[in-house]
T-cell receptor, first 113, second 109 residues
Framework: NAGVTQTPKFRVLKTGQSMTLLCAQD?????MYWYRQDPGMGLRLIHY???????AKGEVPDGYNVSRLKKQNFLLGLESAAPSQTSVYFC????????????FGEGSRLTVL | GQNIDQPTEMTATEGAIVQINCTYQ??????LFWYQQHAGEAPTFLSY??LDGLEEKGRFSSFLSRSKGYSYLLLKELQMKDSASYLC??????????WGAGTKLIIKP
């Protein structure tokens, strides 16, 4: 009963390096999301997807790219990491129903030096 | 933009009752969620309200007043494991979630 799984859980990058965060869900959900969580701030939506092959920008998309090639996977890429991208990243999935809850992964803590 | 306001931190005693308030802008309202987040963990769903009134779920209840742009989460018979952050999130006019910064609840013996 895995739910939403994120990898890696922790990563340290140097400025300018690239990396990809992988999110996988086994609930057959249509919608998937990437959020970042910073101290003193609410969760902020980076990008989201309403189905396989679709992606859309959220509130803070700059510096990030995403892909949803398979329904169960949603990848978040940082092409050239910056210290401002130091954060905890959460992936989530849902049915897309406005009343439906989000199911979150355990989070990925990224530090950019 | 739309803002969600909730207290940054609250302290309560084990066994007591605590009310965590959340205010939001009433325009474009499509529902309100409460999530619980233990330190270092993922948020987990607690409740969803779209109609006025109180909904009870065990020790936790959630209240909504749409005309006042106000919600609260009521926790009864507090236990040490209730120490966590409680996140309020509004479903906005475009059906995207708008999140508050969370209320850190500290439970003391």
């Amino acid at each position: 009963n895995a739910g939403v799984t994120q990898t890696p859980k922790f990563r340290v990058l140097k400025t300018g390096q690239s990396m990809t965060l992988l999110c996988a869900q086994d609930m057959n959900h249509e919608y998937m999301y990437w959020y970042r969580q910073d101290p003193g701030m609410g969760l902020r939506l980076i990008h989201y997807s309403v189905g396989e092959g679709t992606t859309a920008k959220g509130e803070v998309p700059d510096g990030y790219n995403v892909s949803r090639l398979k329904k169960q996977n949603f990848l978040l890429g940082l092409e050239s990491a910056a210290p401002s991208q130091t954060s905890v990243y959460f992936c989530a999935s849902s049915t897309g129903d406005v009343t439906g809850e989000l199911f979150f992964g355990e989070g990925s803590r990224l530090t950019v030096l | 933009g739309q803002n969600i306001d909730q207290p940054t931190e609250m302290t309560a005693t084990e066994g007591a009752i605590v009310q965590i308030n959340c205010t939001y802008q009433t325009s474009g309202f499509n529902g309100l969620f409460w999530y619980q987040q233990h330190a270092g963990e993922a948020p987990t769903f607690l409740s969803y309200n779209v109609l006025d009134g109180l909904e009870e779920k065990g020790r936790f209840s959630s209240f909504l007043s749409r005309s006042k742009g106000y919600s609260y989460l009521l926790l009864k018979e507090l236990q040490m494991k209730d120490s966590a952050s409680y996140l309020c999130a509004q479903v906005g006019g475009n059906y995207q979630l708008i999140w508050g910064a969370g209320t850190k609840l500290i439970i003391k013996p």
